[in-house]
């Protein structure tokens, strides 16, 4: 079977900064100090006026030609995937394609997925490669979970970034890169943590905007989560998730060098650890400057742990993400 890599990865943070102190001047509840021992994070970027998701990975994908020196003309598939698309119809794909100034003969597809988006997206490109049909792909995530927050709600305003990330998947040679997937889901459990009034089933009217007037209106619908579920299911999946990665890819806990896992809050990254008896110094936590950014989490944290030496060549790496759907998937990545 033809082997694919994570050949380059980068991400963009909008400019704009939510700090703790910011969050305590307009509620007056929980001290900045108070937040970061919540959440484990202290500011989060924040979408400028105007800009949505795909603008976030559009900006993400110039820094990775950049950073890299990507040919762009070597891309011939493209997957978007966010849970905010552009429009209805066409797929927002299709319209990054011509932003980015791709060859016509790139295929692309949007994957409408939230926290286990990337490592989906990941399945697909390796997917792709193996099967002959690409030899570069690349995969965007971004998601502006702000833009579904009720400006009220300090416990979601706290914990979520906005932000783009991109990464090439490429076709190597050895048989290092990408290993074997586990996937999961629950779509019983989607209540728990789900955008309301965003879409065909409950879309936004008049009444609901007239209702929300005084905070923006909500135009493009209202997050609501119940956290204490949330950590269950995490605590329930995601240890037989990772117990199940390292077993299809006839690996140990011991032979992993870094654990990734989707930036959920401090407190599951902690848990995690200590539920999986690893040392909290391999699961990497990026989390204190940026927050929780939804599918683009697991690429920024890659990136980061990559520039700061904690991803070198030789590394064996652990990625999972989990949450909204239910949804959650795995692999192992050998650098």
Not at 23 to 34: C, D, M, V
Not at 180 to 208: H, I, Q
Request: proline share 3%; net charge negative.
């Amino acid at each position: 079977m033809v082997a694919a890599s994570i050949k380059a990865v980068s991400y963009y943070l909008p400019s704009e900064r939510l700090t703790n102190e910011d969050l305590f001047a307009e509620f007056g509840t929980l001290s900045p100090a108070e937040i970061f021992k919540r959440v484990g994070v202290r500011e989060r970027p924040i979408r400028g006026e105007g800009q949505i998701g795909s603008d976030l990975a559009f900006e993400s994908s110039l820094v990775l030609f950049d950073e890299h020196g990507i040919d762009k003309s070597e891309i011939d598939f493209l997957l978007f995937c966010t849970e905010g698309l552009d429009y209805k119809g066409p797929a927002t794909a299709c319209i990054m394609q011509d932003r980015l100034g791709l060859n016509k003969a790139t295929g692309a597809m949007d994957i409408p997925m939230g926290c286990a988006g990337f490592t989906n997206g990941l399945a697909i490109a390796k997917a792709l490669i193996a099967s002959g049909q690409s030899k570069n792909v690349l995969l965007q995530t971004a998601d502006i979970p702000s833009s579904v927050i009720h400006p009220g709600d300090l416990d979601l305003r706290m914990l979520f970034g906005d932000a783009g990330a991109s990464a090439l998947i490429s076709r190597c040679e050895d048989q290092r890169g990408i290993g074997s997937f586990v996937m999961g889901t629950d779509g019983s459990g989607a209540a728990n943590l789900m955008v309301k009034r965003s879409n065909t089933r409950t879309p936004v009217d008049t009444e609901w905007l007239e209702e929300h007037k005084a905070v923006g209106g909500l135009e493009f619908g209202r997050m609501e989560m119940n956290g204490l579920e949330i950590f269950s299911f995490s605590m329930r999946e995601v240890p037989p998730l990772v117990g199940d990665v390292l077993a299809k890819n006839n690996l140990t806990l011991e032979e992993i060098d870094l654990f990734v896992f989707h930036q959920a809050n401090a407190f599951i990254l902690k848990m995690l650890a200590r539920k999986l008896r690893i040392d909290s110094e391999k699961v990497y936590n990026c989390m204190e400057y940026i927050g929780n950014t939804v599918s683009a989490s697991v690429p920024i944290a890659l990136a980061k742990a990559s520039k700061e030496g904690k991803i070198k060549k030789g590394s064996t790496v652990l990625v999972a993400a989990f949450g909204i759907g239910y949804s959650w998937s795995g692999t192992i990545i050998k650098y």
